[in-house]
């Protein structure tokens, strides 16, 4: 039989083709150039590589064909195993803005008195004698680095690996939004993990907590694949194919056995669920938020849950969206259970990243409210925003917010490296009116109080999920946002109002590449609370997903 090579648009995959490309650039200087140079050539290759997709995507997204008579542009490529359409390429941007963002973070060496963020050497393990200095130990605030006899001073060593893995990581985001059949998926999803377990456990400082994140993670993200690859077999014995398109195919027909269906979405959704950090699939979340590197959180926090809402829409919207009503009553608990759960356990936590984790979980379940909300574009009264629209906006605001966040949590620091508990950060507003002013808008962004980026979000979500008559998510998301207000205030409070404890942290001044990262992402979460029409209409002009 003669083999046809499938057709590629090449124009259409160039954004990701640019990111694989400096990922694998990448991986020949780390191989070929001396350690003194690794740094600054990674870095600028990454940031090549980034901003090359961004303008890329931007050209795709203007070059995007109209189908069903506008309900939707793009087109599918590479045998169907890629759909490049209005929403992934809003994806694609947003994931390049956000990685940019990470990387800024990535290239801090200014608050730590010079030293890298990440450790000299990851096979050194917590404990070891390596010398004096402030170091490397079990996990403690004081951890040592030191030389130990090393040829070079430990303490100037870098991984500088940690680029390619960010750009790695980036790419199957990248491909994870843009999936045609779930076996794609699979792989974009190992594409994006096994880099974040490995970046997970680089920390120079509190190494243990570090490694332990990074197992933590790659434990449970295992067992969530293999959830994901038995529902993509039960999904295949159902429809007699992966494409999510033929899936649709077949649940429109209504063929094969529906306990398969039923089951195979189930299995399918404990592996989204996993990675966008929904309740009862939660448990690494805090965990990993405290135990890595805070850029890598930052990255991880923001990044993972766009791509990873962009494979759960993708799915549910596409795959199986005309057996809504088989797979909505598993949204609404899971959506409930995450919201109540991200603030009730919020409320009582006293490190600023397990507080942030926490908050990560609740907006989770905000995110899964606008994904009820599907309806036909007929069913949509005037002026309302789509579901579609409204989870798009919300993961922009989100995840601009959460790299601005974590950015200014690098700059609170003690002798034990960042001053992580809640109570350390008494009296910061005193001392640093402008650390503390910009962390406080963007709690008050997360609390989704007017004004701000959060609230047109939340109000977007809420109110596609209530035009689609999910009431009772909604009545539960609007206490929950409530609920959260109280913790988000709490700290603006003890940063402004409360005694400085007897030896206060010091507020360090970051490097250009990290202040314009906290000052961008500051002045986006203002404009967009006030002023938040042109993204949602970008969004809402990416239009629906192709099948």
Aim: charged letters at 10%; one cysteine or more.
């Amino acid at each position: 039989m003669e083999f046809t090579a499938p057709e590629i648009d090449w124009l259409l995959v160039s954004p990701l083709l640019a990111v694989f490309a400096a990922a694998l650039v990448g991986i020949a200087v780390e191989a070929f150039t001396p350690r003194s140079l690794r740094r600054p050539v990674q870095a600028g290759i990454t940031a090549v590589g980034l901003l090359t997709a961004l303008v890329l995507t931007v050209v795709v997204a203007l070059e995007l064909p109209s189908q069903g008579g506008g309900a939707a542009h793009g087109d599918v490529t590479l045998a169907g195993a890629v759909v490049v359409d209005g929403p992934a390429v809003f994806l694609w941007g947003l994931l390049a803005v956000v990685a940019v963002g990470g990387l800024a973070l990535f290239t801090e060496r200014r608050v730590d008195a010079g030293l890298p963020v990440f450790a000299g050497q990851a096979s050194v393990p917590p404990g070891a004698d390596l010398g004096g200095g402030p170091g490397i130990g079990t996990g403690g605030a004081g951890e040592a680095t030191g030389d130990g006899g090393a040829p070079a001073s430990y303490d100037r060593w870098e991984h500088t690996e940690v680029y390619p893995l960010l750009t790695f990581a980036v790419a199957g985001m990248m491909l994870f939004a843009a999936a045609g059949d779930l076996l794609t998926m699979f792989v974009a999803l190992e594409i994006l993990s096994l880099p974040l377990y490995l970046l997970c456990g680089l920390g120079r400082r509190r190494r243990l907590l570090s490694q332990e994140s990074a197992m933590k993670y790659f434990l449970l993200g295992a067992f969530s694949s293999g959830f994901f690859v038995y529902g993509a077999a039960l999904l295949y014995g159902y429809s007699g194919t992966l494409s999510l398109a033929g899936i649709a195919a077949a649940v429109g027909a209504g063929g094969g056995p529906t306990v398969l269906l039923l089951a195979g979405v189930a299995l399918v959704m404990v592996a989204l669920l996993f990675k966008v950090g929904a309740v009862p699939f939660h448990a690494w979340t805090p965990d990993v938020y405290q135990g890595a590197p805070t850029p890598v959180t930052a990255f991880m926090a923001a990044a993972t849950k766009i791509a990873a809402f962009g494979a759960v829409l993708r799915f549910l919207y596409v795959a199986v969206g005309d057996a809504r009503w088989d797979w909505a009553p598993l949204v609404w608990v899971v959506a409930i259970l995450t919201m109540l759960g991200g603030v009730v356990l919020a409320v009582g936590q006293s490190d600023i990243k397990r507080l942030l984790a926490y908050s990560s979980i609740a907006h989770t379940g905000f995110l899964l409210t606008g994904v009820l909300g599907l309806q036909g574009a007929g069913e949509l009264g005037v002026d309302q925003v789509s579901s579609l629209q409204a989870v798009l906006f919300y993961l922009a605001t989100y995840g601009v917010a959460t790299v601005g966040i974590f950015a200014v949590t690098t700059l609170v620091r003690d002798a034990g490296g960042e001053a992580s508990g809640v109570d350390r950060w008494s009296g910061v507003g005193r001392t640093s009116p402008l650390v503390a002013g910009a962390f406080a808008v963007f709690l008050l962004s997360l609390a989704g109080i007017p004004l701000t980026s959060g609230f047109v979000a939340k109000w977007s979500v809420f109110a596609s999920a209530a035009g689609a008559g999910a009431w009772p998510v909604v009545a539960v998301a609007i206490t929950s946002s409530i609920v959260a207000v109280y913790f988000y205030v709490r700290h603006i409070v003890t940063m402004f109002f409360a005694d400085p404890p007897a030896d206060p942290p010091a507020v360090v001044s970051p490097s250009p590449a990290t202040s314009v990262t906290i000052g961008v992402a500051l002045l986006a979460t203002v404009v967009l609370g006030v002023v938040p029409g042109p993204l949602l209409e970008l969004a809402g002009d990416a239009g629906s997903f192709l099948r």
